[in-house]
């Protein structure tokens, strides 16, 4: 169990966010779909109001807030914008292997210039053929003997791509070890080699740009590789993912939350048969479960963000892997029902409620799908069963054989 409390300065990134939200996203985020242009302005205020370094410790120029201030400032930018709400939790994303394995020197580089919003950060972990698989990449950082390494090969849906100018990326340093494959860089976008590709055409999340990334023998020193150690990339990429899926999950809340209130506004107004909707049993109904299913999910991303914040290590994984998982399928499932309360106009442009259905799909899918949620997730209760093994505090051994248990077997 984790203490769940929010400091005031918690609470205050809250109200800022939500002030951002109604001044620059919730007037301006149809428009931004519809031209999959990213909202600059909100950016800015974000950056001017130092809310892009909450996640950032205070010695190298953050609020050192948190990830439940963080999780508390996606869920409000995405009520309003869910798109948005990404390119947001992605700069945490991106900077957040090197908050938790640069080196002092990385960080001090680094981290001020996020914190201070003149830096935008993506991360570079998924590839054509990698994607589930993270273990499985392709892409090659290959040791030149003088020290430096050239990066080659593309990765593929860089969230915040072509906006990045630090992209943390993971690729090949040692082929043939299994452990020890994989090695985090650092990579400025002004580096020689590095561009943009493909700018992907989504069904949702249409103002965030999503690209392939290209590392076209990208020569780096001893100074861009990540924690100065090779062969600790994978750790690295998932200690990251641990810390990042609440602000994913976040996203999901107030992509659940956007749609709900949109939903209930509706449905007191709408009429039939001379009746508000929201009179009828079936629609309350409806209401009811899309509100208790997005507080619940609202609550395990605040646990999860506790036991982070609370250097719980142990406990983030599992919980990190339940929040995203959660709190991604109910997005998904309160936006689909606050299509139906909208009916025939919810299908529509119209209204606001079809992006938020559009928007909803990709928090299954991104930033580990929610299958490798339920696969971690299911492995964590695994590994505690065979660590504590509490049939036999309760049933004796002996006793349980006669059950058809075949300890030999279970201690294999
Ligand atoms: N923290 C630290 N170490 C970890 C770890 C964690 N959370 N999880 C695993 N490891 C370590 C293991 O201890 C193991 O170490 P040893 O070899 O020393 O024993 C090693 O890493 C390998 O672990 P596994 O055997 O568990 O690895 P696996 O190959 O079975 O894969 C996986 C595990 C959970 C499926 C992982 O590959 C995964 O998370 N895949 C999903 C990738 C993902 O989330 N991609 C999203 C990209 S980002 C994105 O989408 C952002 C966006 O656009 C918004």
Redesign the pocket.
Known sequence: MHNITFTDAQIAWQAKAKEIAITHLLPNAARHDKEQSFNEAAFTAAAESGMLGIWIPKEYGGGDDGIAALALCVEEFSKADPAFG?AF??NA?GSLPIVLGGTHEQKAKYLPQVASGKAACA?A??EKFA?????GLSVRAIDQGDGTWKIHGEKK???NGSRATIITVFAVSDPES??RRLSGFIVENTDPGFSIGKVEDKMGIRSVP?NETIFDGIQLGEDRLLGGKLGMG??HA??T??FARPG?AAQAVGTAAGALELATTYATKRRQFQKPISSFQMVQKMLADMAMKTEAARWLVHACAAAADQGDMKAV?KLAAMAKCYATDVAVEVATDAVQIFGGYGFMEDYPVAKFYRDAKILQI????NE?QR??VA?NMVKSARDFDYLNSVIPQEEQKTFGVDYDILNA
Do not use: P, Q
């Not at 994607?131 to 273990?135: I, K, N, Q, R």
């Not at 991104?366 to 799908?369: K, N, R, V």
């Open positions: 990404v939790a992605v994303l991360f972990l998924s994607g589930s698989d993270a273990g849906w860089t969230t299994r452990s999503v994978f750790k998932m200690m993912l641990d994913v994984n991104y930033e580990g799908t490798v696969m971690v492995r």
